[in-house]
């Protein structure tokens, strides 16, 4: 039993989807059951998530902007690999269809819950296409939808696993059945009563992790358009080295702290049951790409991490008085109530500062806090964390740097900056 989850970038668009047949025929056994984790194509979620906002802002011009954007960009695809007369095209446009169809229900004042309903359709279109596209290239597979499979509470937008009946719906689909192929969504589930969740942002390599857990599989693979992991994001760091083997560990350390490359949730399942994590490129597949496992030695790599559009909130009592426990937790309720990421913060006797991801949520929390608090922050914030630093990395890095927050341990520093 083997996982593969590939991500967006693999199946940005018709002419992509050969890498996944490539991959197949040269990393895969013939009698290999394996289950493929497929994300919703290209920048399809970005695309869904804008007209999440405009449909709850009931922009109606927006909204069918936005939606023609998503049709027509599939339906090109779908013409491309299908043809315009193929059943193949009609399953396809009948998944947009469904979607213009939710889109023209009466909105909830629930944004999480129509989030869920809304982006969920990028997974089911791309796990379509790619089922499709095995299909007609020699590989017979199995189209899983994972809302039926994957079963949630109703905590939209980061929905928590109800991992009993996970694994009996995935005991009954897959374990009952080895040699076979399976094609299912990433970052989606299901509550019990069949209403659609997510799992959160990028939480397809987690769904691959949950599949891995519930199937005992031999290993998982992450394909991504980079050769491993590496030390630092290569946008901001051209001399970025790859980092070969990783203890489970450390590979956690950096995913908490805002490495990309892996979500956050992945890593822990598969280190509870010894299961390999490999990530590699989909690009040139014989690489050796990146090893997690149970090893004993850390690596002394320094990794750097850099975090945009952060917002920094410095909270203090309007009546002078101290920061207490009773104050901390209407803070932390109030920014979990939210579903918002706490990335650093820093407590003294008259003030809590905490940096948080920038969306349109911060002007809500702003509201409520300023009844009681006085609020201050400062907009467009970095976050840089370097793992196993030096002075002369953080020298490097602060240069030109007004540094806001700083906080650090044995192996970590973490700078909270302005440019």
Same mark, same amino acid.
């Given at each position: 039993?083997?996982?593969?989850?590939?991500?967006?970038?693999?199946?940005?668009?018709?002419?992509?989807?050969?890498?996944?047949?490539?991959?197949?025929?040269?990393?895969?056994?013939? +009698?290999?059951?394996?289950?493929?984790?497929?994300?919703?194509?290209?920048?399809?979620?970005?695309?869904?998530? @804008?007209?999440?906002?405009?449909?709850?802002?009931?922009?109606?011009?927006?909204?069918?902007?936005?939606?023609?954007?998503?049709?027509?960009?599939?339906?090109?695809?779908?013409?491309?690999? =299908?043809?315009?007369?193929?059943?193949?095209?009609?399953?396809?446009?009948?998944?947009?269809?469904?979607?213009?169809?939710?889109?023209?229900?009466?909105?909830?004042?629930?944004?999480?819950?129509?989030?869920?309903?809304?982006?969920?359709?990028?997974?089911?279109?791309?796990?379509?296409?790619?089922?499709? =596209?095995?299909?007609?290239?020699?590989?017979?597979?199995?189209?899983?939808?994972?809302?039926?499979?994957?079963?949630?509470?109703?905590?939209?937008?980061?929905?928590?696993?109800?991992?009993?009946?996970?694994?009996?719906?995935?005991?009954?689909?897959?374990?009952?059945?080895?040699?076979?192929?399976?094609?299912?969504?990433?970052?989606?589930?299901?509550?019990?009563?069949?209403?659609?969740?997510?799992?959160?942002?990028?939480?397809?390599?987690?769904?691959?992790?949950?599949?891995?857990?519930?199937?005992?599989?031999?290993?998982?693979?992450?394909?991504?358009?980079?050769?491993?992991?590496?030390?630092?994001?290569?946008?901001?760091?051209?001399?970025?080295?790859?980092?070969?083997?990783?203890?489970? +560990?450390?590979?956690?350390?950096?995913?908490?702290?805002?490495?990309?490359?892996?979500?956050? @949730?992945?890593?822990?399942?598969?280190?509870?049951?010894?299961?390999?994590?490999?990530?590699?490129?989909?690009?040139?597949?014989?690489?050796?790409?990146?090893?997690?496992?149970?090893?004993?030695?850390?690596?002394?790599?320094?990794?750097?991490?850099?975090? @945009?559009?952060?917002?920094?909130?410095?909270?203090?009592? @309007?009546?002078?008085?101290?920061?207490?426990?009773?104050?901390?937790? =209407? *803070?932390?309720?109030?920014?979990?109530?939210?579903?918002?990421? *706490?990335?650093?913060?820093?407590?003294?006797?008259?003030?809590?500062?905490?940096?948080?991801?920038?969306?349109?949520?911060?002007?809500?929390?702003?509201?409520?806090?300023?009844?009681? =608090?006085?609020?201050?922050?400062?907009?467009?914030?970095?976050?840089?964390?370097?793992? +196993?630093?030096?002075?002369?990395?953080?020298?490097?890095?602060?240069?030109?740097?007004?540094?806001?927050?700083?906080?650090?341990?044995?192996?970590?520093?973490?700078?909270?900056?302005?440019?």
């Amino acid at each position: 039993m083997k996982i593969f989850k590939f991500g967006g970038a693999s199946v940005k668009n018709a002419e992509s989807f050969s890498s996944v047949t490539n991959i197949l025929n040269n990393q895969t056994a013939k +009698h290999d059951t394996l289950v493929i984790v497929i994300s919703a194509m290209g920048k399809t979620t970005n695309l869904l998530e @804008k007209l999440t906002d405009a449909y709850f802002e009931h922009n109606i011009e927006e909204v069918k902007n936005l939606y023609k954007q998503t049709r027509d960009f599939h339906y090109l695809q779908s013409i491309k690999l =299908f043809g315009v007369a193929s059943l193949k095209h009609i399953e396809i446009m009948d998944i947009l269809y469904k979607l213009n169809e939710r889109l023209q229900q009466n909105v909830s004042d629930n944004y999480d819950y129509e989030y869920d309903q809304i982006v969920s359709y990028g997974e089911l279109l791309s796990s379509r296409f790619l089922s499709s =596209f095995l299909e007609i290239n020699g590989f017979s597979n199995t189209l899983l939808d994972s809302r039926k499979i994957i079963i949630t509470d109703s905590s939209y937008r980061s929905a928590s696993i109800k991992w009993d009946i996970t694994k009996t719906n995935i005991d009954s689909k897959i374990k009952a059945h080895p040699g076979n192929i399976y094609v299912t969504q990433g970052f989606i589930g299901g509550t019990e009563d069949k209403t659609t969740t997510t799992l959160g942002r990028e939480g397809s390599d987690f769904s691959a992790s949950i599949f891995a857990f519930c199937t005992d599989a031999k290993e998982v693979t992450v394909w991504k358009d980079v050769p491993g992991i590496l030390n630092a994001d290569p946008l901001f760091f051209p001399d970025a080295v790859k980092i070969d083997f990783l203890s489970y +560990h450390d590979a956690i350390e950096l995913a908490y702290y805002g490495a990309k490359v892996i979500h956050p @949730k992945t890593v822990k399942p598969l280190q509870n049951k010894g299961i390999p994590l490999y990530v590699k490129s989909f690009i040139q597949p014989s690489g050796t790409g990146t090893k997690i496992s149970e090893v004993s030695s850390h690596t002394k790599v320094p990794s750097f991490i850099i975090k @945009k559009q952060l917002i920094l909130l410095t909270i203090s009592p @309007k009546d002078f008085s101290f920061v207490t426990e009773k104050s901390l937790s =209407f *803070i932390f309720a109030l920014i979990a109530d939210n579903s918002l990421k *706490i990335n650093m913060m820093q407590n003294s006797a008259l003030s809590f500062s905490l940096c948080l991801d920038t969306n349109s949520r911060i002007k809500n929390i702003i509201q409520a806090l300023s009844i009681d =608090f006085s609020v201050k922050y400062n907009e467009n914030t970095e976050l840089i964390t370097i793992w +196993h630093y030096n002075d002369n990395t953080i020298s490097t890095l602060l240069k030109n740097k007004t540094v806001l927050l700083e906080e650090r341990t044995r192996h970590t520093v973490q700078f909270l900056v302005k440019g």
